[in-house]
């Protein structure tokens, strides 16, 4: 008989793994929900509706993202639809800051916690309890780490893993010379192959550290609503300013990078149809859980 898996939310796989690894180990790991002005009041909203997904509600704790003004592309700051300086999230290399102002890392702390997961919410095959993932961190005496695939084709679009000055860092697909990019080792592999698949692991006084220190800003290009000099509505490209967590890593010397199987742990949701969409993300979940099911 072929057995077929449920349908899970994103949200719910996450806490699927929180709870067995509660039970594994008799402990309640608190997760923490980095959100934005624009989704926080529907991100919370549906948590009640689904009743934390049977989760401890005091061990869930949200937090917004800051935020940064949208600039047009001839330099001009624009004004939103309330009249108000129009203002735009600003990038997963917020989350440091966020979490200090927030309170986050103190709470951390009152919790005991000594080793911090930070994840994206697309890749439905994270997964983020990982034993081998922490303990080859800390055989290293590294205080951060991150996990990696190797990249399929040169360009692969996914920040790949690089040093730069002697420091740690991701350089994007987008930033990466052709010759780079397709240059091989002597055993025919790609020189720069590891692709960033966003699961990061921090001591928590490494994230202390980072909070603390500034970031660069990139320039990203979006569609965005906003009023002209003369109160009309328009919408066209603006530029939004971001930062980037992996740009936290040039604070340390070193740092742990775990290779994994990408049909295993990597089936990212970027697109809405053809590669990395929701259909091809689901084929490698249900084909991953459907494996599991047999083998239960």
Do not use: C
Request: hydrophobic share 40%.
């Amino acid at each position: 008989m072929d057995l077929e898996p449920q349908g899970k939310y994103l949200f719910e796989i996450i806490i699927d793994q929180l709870l067995e690894a509660n039970k594994k180990y008799n402990i309640t790991i608190p997760y923490y929900v980095m959100t934005s002005e624009e989704n926080n009041d529907d991100t919370v909203k549906f948590f009640e509706k689904m009743n934390y997904f049977t989760y401890p509600k005091d061990k869930i704790k949200f937090f917004k993202q800051a935020e940064e003004p949208l600039v047009s592309k001839q330099g001009k700051v624009l004004i939103g639809e309330n009249k108000l300086i129009k203002l735009a999230s600003n990038g997963n290399g917020a989350i440091y800051k966020s979490m200090q102002i927030n309170g986050i890392i103190n709470d951390m702390k009152q919790n005991g916690v000594e080793w911090v997961v930070i994840t994206g919410i697309d890749n439905v095959l994270i997964k983020i309890v990982d034993e081998i993932f922490i303990g080859a961190t800390i055989s290293q005496n590294n205080l951060i780490a991150s996990k990696s695939v190797i990249k399929k084709t040169p360009k692969e679009s996914g920040g790949v893993f690089a040093k730069a000055n002697g420091k740690p860092g991701i350089i994007e697909y987008v930033e990466i010379p052709e010759e780079i990019a397709n240059e091989k080792n002597e055993e025919g592999d790609f020189l720069f192959a590891d692709i960033n698949i966003v699961n990061h692991l921090f001591k928590i006084d490494a994230l202390e550290k980072i909070a603390l220190k500034p970031l660069p800003y990139h320039t990203a290009v979006k569609k965005s609503k906003f009023l002209d000099e003369n109160g009309v509505e328009k919408q066209e490209e603006v530029y939004k300013f971001e930062k980037f967590i992996f740009d936290g890593f040039v604070y340390f010397d070193n740092m742990t990078l775990l290779r994994v199987k990408r049909e295993e742990e990597f089936a990212p949701i970027k697109n809405a149809q053809g590669v990395d969409s929701p259909e091809t993300a689901t084929k490698l979940y249900n084909d991953k859980m459907k494996g599991r099911l047999r083998n239960e």
